[in-house]
């Protein structure tokens, strides 16, 4: 079975940089994309930030586009979420999934 643990949450200031990680434990395919999402304070839906798959396909949300990159490790079954000119509305819970499984979320503030 599967399980997330992400990490590298914290408070930045507006235009700073936070690098978050994900790891998997258990069997990971690489035909299957591994996800961020995101849920910020007070709203009920989670955004889809972005993804890649195992071959480094990727994808961005538009409201992430040209600050946010991801990367994988296939190798340490790693995902990573570089995020950079952080913006107060990035604020949010931010969870990484495999198919059907989610990590528990680690908490980005963006603020002065």
């Known amino acids: 079975q599967v399980q997330l643990v992400e990490s590298g949450g914290g408070l930045v200031q507006p235009g700073g940089s936070l690098r978050l990680s994900c790891v998997a434990s258990g069997s990971i395919s690489n035909v299957y994309s591994m996800d961020w999402l995101r849920q910020a304070p007070g709203k009920e839906q989670r955004e889809l930030v972005a993804w890649i798959y195992g071959d480094g396909v990727n994808n961005y949300a538009n409201s992430v586009k040209g600050r946010f990159t991801i990367s994988r490790d296939n190798a340490k079954n790693t995902v990573y979420l570089q995020m950079n000119s952080l913006k107060p509305e990035d604020t949010a819970v931010y969870y990484c999934?495999?198919?059907?499984?989610w990590g528990q979320g680690t908490l980005v503030t963006v603020s002065s």
């Open positions: 999934r495999y198919r059907t499984t």
